[in-house]
T-cell receptor, first 112, second 110 residues
C-alpha cells in the first residue's frame, strides 16, 4: 500500500497522559497536513508542513499540541496532558500540489 | 472567516432518481471548492474540484458565486453512491488549509 499511513490506528489513554501519533505520507509528497474530526463534524484543520517547515497552525492547536516533520518525510503529532475533549479522529493528509490532498485512515483517540 | 454549510445531515434517494447534495459557503474572496467522499470503511478521498469542471462517477458540481453555492448533482443515483460526502473550501490567498462542511450521509435505496 503506497498511500498515507498512520499509526497507531486506535489509542486509548487516561486523562493527563501524553500521546504521540505518527503519519507517513506518500513518498514524493512535500506537503503534509493534520486534521481533527469529532463525531458529526467534518475534518478541522490543525496544521500544515511544506517539507520540514511548519507553515500554518490553527488556533485549535493549543500549547498542549505540537507537530513536527523533522526530515520532511514522516510527521508526529503529540498531545500533552490529554483532556477528554481531545477524543477525536486525527487525520493526516499529504499532497504534491495544493489541489488534491490524500488522506490516511486516521488515528482514533479516546481519552478516559 | 471562511465557512462551509451542508444543510442536510442525511439524504435518502431511490436508485435511478436524481441526487443533489447542497453546499453553501461563506468567503469574501474567490475560493476553490471541492467535494470529498468517504465510502464505508474507506478513507476520505477527493471526488471533484470546481476548477477542473469535470464529471466524476457521473457527479458534477457548478460553482455559483452569486448564490455562494457548490451543489453536487447526479442525474441517476446508483447503489454504490451511498457514502458520506463533504464539501470543502480553500482560500485563494496562498494558505493551504481546507475548511470542511459537516457532511451529508447519502443512502441510495434499492
Amino acid at each position: 500500500d503506497t498511500g498515507v499511513s498512520q499509526n497507531p490506528r486506535h489509542k486509548i489513554t487516561k486523562r493527563g497522559q501524553n500521546v504521540t501519533f505518527r503519519c507517513d505520507p506518500i513518498s514524493e509528497h512535500n506537503r503534509l497536513y493534520w486534521y481533527r474530526q469529532t463525531l458529526g463534524q467534518g475534518p478541522e484543520f490543525l496544521t500544515y508542513f511544506q517539507n520540514e517547515a511548519q507553515l500554518e497552525k490553527s488556533r485549535l492547536l493549543s500549547d498542549r499540541f505540537s507537530a513536527e516533520r523533522p526530515k520532511g518525510s514522516f510527521s508526529t503529532l503529540e498531545i500533552q496532558r490529554t483532556e477528554q475533549g481531545d477524543s477525536a479522529m486525527y487525520l493526516c493528509a499529504s499532497s504534491s500540489e495544493p489541489y488534491e490532498q490524500y488522506f490516511g485512515p486516521g488515528t482514533r483517540l479516546t481519552v478516559t | 472567516a471562511q465557512r462551509v454549510t451542508q444543510p442536510e445531515k442525511l439524504l435518502s434517494v431511490f436508485k435511478g432518481a436524481p441526487v443533489e447534495l447542497k453546499c453553501n459557503y461563506s468567503y469574501s474572496g474567490s475560493p476553490e471548492l471541492f467535494w470529498y467522499v468517504q465510502y464505508s470503511r474507506q478513507r476520505l478521498q477527493l471526488l471533484l474540484r470546481h476548477i477542473s469542471r469535470e464529471s466524476i462517477k457521473g457527479f458534477t458540481a457548478d460553482l455559483n458565486k452569486g448564490e455562494t453555492s457548490f451543489h453536487l448533482k447526479k442525474p441517476f443515483a446508483q447503489e454504490e453512491d451511498s457514502a458520506m460526502y463533504y464539501c470543502a473550501l480553500k482560500s485563494n490567498l496562498g494558505n493551504e488549509k481546507l475548511t470542511f462542511g459537516t457532511g451529508t450521509r447519502l443512502t441510495i435505496i434499492p
